[in-house]
Structures are given as C-alpha cells and as structure tokens.
T-cell receptor
Framework: GAVVSQHPSRVICKSGTSVKIECRSL??????MFWYRQFPKQSLMLMAT?????????EQGVEKDKFLINHASLTLSTLTVTSAHPEDSSFYIC????????????FGPGTRLTVL | AQSVTQLGSHVSVSEGALVLLRCNYS??????LFWYVQYPNQGLQLLLK????ATLVKGINGFEAEFKKSETSFHLTKPSAHMSDAAEYFC????????????WGAGTKLIIKP
C-alpha cells in the first residue's frame, strides 16, 4: 500500500508554455501533499505544502503565480508551471501523507521537466 | 530550528564491507527521523524511520539505524554492502504529529566498489 504516482514522468516543452504535473495517491487518502524540486546532485527543496480543499502554503522564495498548486481531492494534486523558462528545468517530486501513518511521506517517482 | 547534517557527500565502500552513513540532527522537540534512498532519476523510497519507539530501527534491504539522543545522531548502517546499494541516501527529521514537514540533509552518495 501507500503508492503515489506522478504523470508525466518526463516532459519537454518550449519556453513560454505551461506544463501540468499530476500527483495521485493510488490506495490511500492524501490529506496533505508536498511538492519538491530537486536540482542535479542536490537535496530536495520543498516548494509548497497543500491540504485537500485549501490553498497551498508556499515556501519563501517560491513564486505562487509561477507554480500553481491545486489539491482538489484527497487523491489528486496538480502542479502547473506557468510560462515555463529554461531555469525551471528540474526534477519535480511530489509526496503525500495521511493522518494515520505517523508523519510519513510517500513519494512519487518524480517528473523530469526540460524547458527548451 | 531543526536541521540535519550528513557527513560526507560521497562514501565509497567495497562490496561486502560495512556501510556507515552519518546523520546528525538538531531539534527542539523529540524528533521523528527518517532515512530515504533515491536511485537515479527516481523518487524516494523510505528505508526506515524512528518515531520514539525502539532506538534501534531495522529497515528494508538489510539497513538499520540507531537513534542516540546524547549524540543527536541517527547513523545508517548495513553489515555487508551490495552493488545494488549504490544510490543517494537522505536523512530527514520532522517535529512529529503537529508538523508533517521534513527537514532534509544534503544527501550522501554511496559508491560500491567491486
């Protein structure tokens, strides 16, 4: 149990376009979802935390108008990178928690975004 | 404020040798501690976690870690390294039930020599 999927696994887009990444909890209800960004050979950087049905809480320095997060249901959260630029190229990882699991986060496989 | 320090960005061991990855933390409240593994171009997989029960925690793939409050450490060990253990390992800490947010170490790349 506790499987999280992400779609797509890889995406290449042109500069100026928007890209949507989906994160789904497949066999549990995710009351909280997290979005991370990971640069090559570095640790994870938390971008935002979202609770189902409420607005996401963004970390300092993360542009909320650039990275739109929606957590409309207990099994789905989406991250939309709006007007993407090459500097947005990165590995984006989501994770999900539910209140019954002692503070554990379950991670998706990640999405590699390349902006040309 | 919480923080996590992983000593050594790279650790290299021979196949069959002991693996020791170091993690020290700081926390103002009793912490929850985690070790995750990341294989290239993949998400993170939980190896093990400490949540205030037994101080010696056994995880998957033969890994274990010991919580030492006096040393504020949570080092990860495995008696005998396997080639498949080559990956990036991350230590993380959280404050517990009131805050699910994880504070991450910088990661340690484990290299296994044949």
């Amino acid at each position: 149990g506790a499987v999280v999927s992400q779609h797509p696994s890889r995406v290449i887009c042109k500069s100026g376009t928007s890209v949507k990444i989906e994160c789904r909890s497949l066999d549990f209800q995710a009351t909280t979802m997290f979005w991370y960004r990971q640069f090559p050979k570095q640790s994870l950087m938390l971008m935002a935390t979202s609770n189902e049905g409420s607005k996401a809480t963004y970390e300092q320095g993360v542009e909320k108008d650039k990275f739109l997060i929606n957590h409309a249901s207990l099994t789905l959260s989406t991250l939309t990178v709006t007007s993407a630029h090459p500097e947005d190229s990165s590995f984006y990882i989501c994770s999900a928690s539910d209140r019954g699991r002692w503070n554990e986060q379950f991670f998706g496989p990640g999405t590699r975004l390349t902006v040309l | 404020a919480q923080s996590v320090t992983q000593l050594g960005s790279h650790v290299s061991v021979s196949e069959g040798a002991l693996v020791l990855l170091r993690c020290n933390y700081s926390s103002s409240v009793p912490p929850y501690l985690f070790w995750y593994v990341q294989y290239p171009n993949q998400g993170l997989q939980l190896l093990l976690k400490y949540t205030s029960a037994a101080t010696l925690v056994k995880g998957i793939n033969g890994f274990e870690a010991e919580f030492k409050k006096s040393e504020t450490s949570f080092h990860l060990t495995k008696p005998s390294a396997h080639m498949s253990d080559a990956a990036e390992y991350f230590c993380a800490v959280s404050e517990g039930d009131s805050n699910y947010q994880l504070i991450w170490g910088a990661g340690t790349k484990l290299i296994i020599k044949p």
